[in-house]
């Protein structure tokens, strides 16, 4: 009889394996990265793309704009508006530092921006190396890493000015205080130059300059949100 249980065990696996399997049914907890309420992983969006970092409420509540325009040049891609969720949830992650949200912004469009622009090199948007040693991260390098196979850090700026704080005049100066890496090399690449707002635009042209000198084959930009009245300002 002992023997029979014993073979019957064996045959079907024992039971720790089968309290493993029933384990691997469950549905996952996640835990959103912006509200951390308890997120199930379960619904086949989820699964397939797996590791939501975000739960469908707080998703909602950014302003999804995600259109392209081609109104400076190059192909800018906007995902969403600069409104005031955008903005709480931006200052947590530049000024407190919380660099467990970053993944929380792309979280629903990552795959299929991971999907077209794989083969591009990420240029993020510069900032003063100063700020980002402060924070311990770059923000913008956060938010879009993993939509592109490579990264480069070509473009810096050499002194800190708060585009929002300037005139119309002083923001198109923008290209004086921005130096480029000379040890980069993006001859005949596709370059994806990416930001977390857009306000006017100054600071993106006076980069796609610099980066079509360089011998890009072709450029995008990727922002994450764009002020409502941008045009005007
Ligand atoms: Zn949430």
Not at 63 to 81: A, M, N, P
Not at 85 to 104: R, S, V, Y
């Amino acid at each position: 009889m002992l023997q029979q249980v014993k073979s019957f065990f064996s045959r079907i696996g024992g039971l720790r394996q089968w309290k493993m399997r029933l384990q691997k049914l469950r549905p996952k907890m996640v835990k959103c990265r912006i509200c951390f309420q308890d997120i199930f992983d379960i619904n086949m969006h989820q699964a397939l793309h797996s590791q939501m970092q975000i739960c469908q409420k707080c998703q909602n509540q950014f302003t999804t704009i995600f259109e392209s325009d081609r109104s400076i040049g190059s192909k800018v891609t906007v995902l969403y508006d600069y409104d005031e969720f955008m903005k709480t949830t931006l200052f947590k992650l530049k000024a407190c530092g919380d660099i467990e949200i970053a993944p929380a912004f792309l979280a629903y469009h990552r795959p299929s921006l991971k999907a077209h622009y794989w083969n591009y090199v990420m240029i993020p948007a510069p900032s003063h190396p100063h700020h980002d040693s402060n924070r311990g991260f770059n923000h913008v390098e956060e938010i879009f890493a993993g939509i592109t196979s490579q990264v480069v850090k070509a473009i810096r700026k050499t002194e800190e000015r708060k585009q929002s704080d300037l005139s119309a005049i002083e923001r198109q100066a923008i290209g004086e205080i921005l130096r480029w890496d000379e040890s980069v090399d993006i001859i005949g690449k596709n370059v994806l130059f990416v930001d977390d707002v857009m306000t006017t635009g100054a600071t993106i042209k006076a980069c796609l300059k610099m980066i079509s000198f360089h011998g890009a084959k072709t450029i995008e930009v990727l922002v994450l949100s764009r002020v409502q009245d941008y045009r005007q300002r």
